[in-house]
């Protein structure tokens, strides 16, 4: 991938000749936009829907909108949703069979068109779980080939963050606020002095094409030393942080330890934190026939480690208590994941920790098992 343009500016104007580009390429362009109380990414049509001078107010089982004095578009951090719901949808036909007049049975695989999405607003954190996505979906023998499809025509657009919430903690899983590899454009938001803009640099020929397509301005020293700045300022104030441990030692050290049983008491083993976690990727299948019986389908659709079903072997659930249960959700994340994926399942979005509605914290769960574990902390 080589990006050929230099960084450059745009202002709010280019920010809705962008969308307004996309939506012209015949993209489905998706987005955060305000709605239902929480900034959710839904489909945008225009730059009009972005959510102009929001920002949020997280804690631990604690999400609210909170009003800002400026325009910022990109001044809030992970919602409830991430891309994993565009890109690895919550239910999806696998595949259709019917059984013909002579009886027999003709099967259909289900090979929608993928939309050619464009991304806006990728965070960092979800840049990288995206990669991570891609590797455990489409890197193994057995790839998802609706996964592949729609990512393949997959643009992305992403915003560096600057206004970290109180529930991120990506700098201490090996991330940081600001853009690795990987993205289309990258955009950082600048609100200052002179004026709203976006520093925006290309990170692939298509996106150096695109910005090519939008009216800017090359970046000016002033600016490019603003969005470093800000970015680099994001990345002292994490709301929060894991140990600075060896956390796949520790977990896999911590199998036995008495604090499962404290997290266990406050589970409610909803899965939310699953649902929410743009890392976690399970899903189940089952079959739907019609009344005549000449027709059925194949669906898939997400499921949860914190689900009794998941496990369920002859004679029940190999996990049948929450305390097995979020131990093997938090072990997998942190721990075992490396040994399967090469490298962490968590990428500190924080929404595991706003969206539980119990309120438990992952990072408050693994400083609990530190203490418990009695290793030094290397500071
Ligand atoms: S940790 Fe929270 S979100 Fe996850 S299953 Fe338990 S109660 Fe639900
Ligand atoms: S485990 Fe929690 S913080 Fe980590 S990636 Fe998943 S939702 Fe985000």
């Given at each position: 991938?080589?990006?050929?343009?230099?960084p450059?500016?745009?202002?709010?104007?280019?920010?809705?000749?962008?969308?307004?580009?996309?939506v012209?390429?015949?993209?489905?362009?998706?987005?955060?936009?305000?709605?239902?109380?929480?900034?959710?990414l839904?489909?945008?049509?225009?730059?009009?829907?972005?959510?102009?001078?929001?920002?949020?107010?997280?804690d631990a089982?604690?999400?609210?909108?909170?009003?800002?004095?400026?325009?910022?578009?990109?001044?809030?951090?992970?919602?409830?949703?991430?891309?994993k719901?565009?890109?690895?949808?919550?239910?999806?036909?696998?595949?259709?069979?019917?059984?013909?007049?002579?009886?027999?049975?003709?099967?259909?695989?289900?090979?929608?068109?993928a939309?050619?999405?464009?991304?806006?607003?990728?965070?960092?954190?979800?840049?990288?779980?995206?990669?991570?996505?891609?590797?455990?979906?489409?890197?193994?023998?057995?790839?998802?080939?609706?996964y592949?499809?729609?990512?393949?025509?997959a643009?992305?657009i992403a915003?560096?963050?600057?206004?970290p919430?109180?529930?991120?903690?990506?700098?201490?899983?090996?991330?940081?606020?600001?853009?690795?590899?990987g993205?289309?454009?990258a955009l950082?938001?600048?609100?200052?002095?002179?004026?709203?803009?976006?520093?925006?640099?290309?990170?692939?020929?298509?996106?150096?094409?695109?910005?090519?397509?939008?009216?800017h301005?090359r970046?000016?020293?002033?600016?490019?030393?603003?969005?470093?700045?800000?970015?680099d300022?994001?990345?002292?104030?994490?709301?929060?942080?894991?140990?600075?441990v060896?956390?796949?030692?520790?977990?896999?050290g911590?199998?036995?330890a008495?604090r499962?049983?404290?997290?266990?008491?406050?589970?409610?083993?909803?899965?939310?934190?699953?649902?929410?976690?743009?890392?976690?990727?399970?899903?189940?299948?089952e079959?739907?026939?019609?009344?005549?019986?000449?027709?059925?389908?194949?669906?898939?659709?997400?499921?949860?480690?914190?689900?009794?079903?998941?496990?369920?072997?002859?004679?029940?659930?190999?996990?049948?208590s929450?305390?097995?249960?979020?131990?093997?959700?938090?072990?997998?994340k942190?721990?075992?994941?490396?040994?399967?994926?090469?490298?962490?399942?968590?990428?500190?979005?924080?929404?595991?920790?706003?969206?539980?509605p119990?309120?438990?914290?992952?990072?408050?769960?693994?400083?609990?098992?530190?203490?418990?574990?009695?290793?030094?902390?290397?500071?």
């Amino acid at each position: 991938m080589t990006a050929t343009a230099p960084p450059a500016v745009i202002d709010e104007d280019g920010l809705g000749v962008l969308v307004a580009t996309l939506v012209a390429q015949g993209r489905t362009v998706v987005g955060p936009t305000v709605r239902d109380g929480a900034i959710v990414l839904a489909e945008l049509t225009s730059s009009a829907a972005l959510p102009y001078g929001w920002g949020v107010d997280l804690d631990a089982g604690r999400y609210r909108l909170v009003r800002r004095e400026d325009r910022a578009v990109f001044a809030h951090s992970a919602g409830p949703q991430s891309w994993k719901s565009w890109l690895h949808p919550a239910r999806e036909r696998l595949w259709s069979a019917d059984r013909t007049p002579e009886g027999d049975v003709t099967f259909t695989a289900a090979e929608p068109e993928a939309p050619a999405y464009a991304f806006l607003g990728v965070r960092p954190c979800d840049l990288r779980a995206i990669a991570i996505q891609d590797w455990v979906l489409t890197g193994g023998r057995h790839p998802d080939t609706g996964y592949g499809r729609r990512r393949r025509r997959a643009l992305l657009i992403a915003a560096e963050c600057t206004e970290p919430g109180a529930t991120c903690f990506c700098v201490s899983t090996g991330g940081g606020p600001a853009a690795d590899p990987g993205y289309d454009l990258a955009l950082t938001e600048i609100v200052d002095d002179d004026g709203h803009r976006f520093l925006v640099r290309a990170g692939s020929e298509e996106g150096a094409r695109l910005l090519d397509a939008l009216p800017h301005r090359r970046a000016d020293f002033v600016t490019e030393a603003s969005a470093r700045g800000a970015v680099d300022a994001a990345r002292d104030r994490m709301g929060r942080a894991l140990p600075p441990v060896d956390l796949r030692t520790l977990l896999g050290g911590s199998l036995a330890a008495d604090r499962w049983d404290d997290v266990a008491d406050r589970c409610l083993t909803c899965g939310n934190c699953t649902m929410v976690c743009p890392t976690c990727f399970c899903v189940t299948t089952e079959e739907v026939t019609d009344l005549t019986g000449d027709h059925t389908e194949r669906w898939q659709r997400w499921d949860s480690c914190f689900d009794l079903d998941f496990s369920h072997l002859h004679e029940g659930p190999v996990r049948a208590s929450p305390r097995a249960r979020y131990r093997q959700w938090l072990t997998h994340k942190l721990s075992t994941w490396h040994d399967q994926f090469d490298s962490s399942g968590c990428v500190g979005c924080g929404r595991c920790v706003a969206w539980c509605p119990a309120g438990i914290d992952l990072t408050e769960e693994v400083a609990a098992l530190h203490a418990e574990s009695g290793t030094e902390t290397r500071r």
